[in-house]
Nanobody
């Protein structure tokens, strides 16, 4: 089992910045990649950014140049630095761990990011 806990969401004005953090625990050795997804219910969850264990990153086109994913493997943390936020970035942001243990990976409980105009 892998456990993920997100922190750092909140309300910010358009053009502002937020940093999300996610702490991973449990079977850390089973994790192949960590990342972030977001969802505006009832729409489907969508990729924001991921980073593999060797540092390969993948970003959604909509956040490239504005968001940066990083990891601190010593602390089992993954971060999402979000700059120049837009109202369309408003969503519930989920931390995600791709793991050998289970198809579909593991998810955190989500943290809301709200960007006001």
């Amino acid at each position: 089992q892998v456990y993920l806990v997100e922190t750092g969401g909140g309300l910010v004005q358009a053009g502002g910045s937020l940093r999300l953090s996610c702490a991973a625990s449990g079977r850390i050795s089973s994790i192949n990649a960590l990342g972030w997804y977001r969802q505006v219910p009832p729409k489907q969850r969508e990729l924001v950014a991921t980073m593999t264990n060797v540092g390969t990153t993948n970003y959604a086109d909509s956040v490239k140049g504005r968001f940066t994913i990083s990891r601190d493997n010593a602390k089992n943390m993954v971060y999402l630095q979000m700059n120049n936020l837009k109202p369309e970035d408003t969503a519930l942001y989920y931390c995600y761990a791709e793991s050998d243990l289970v198809w579909g990976g593991y998810w955190g409980q989500g943290t809301w990011v709200t960007v006001s105009t």
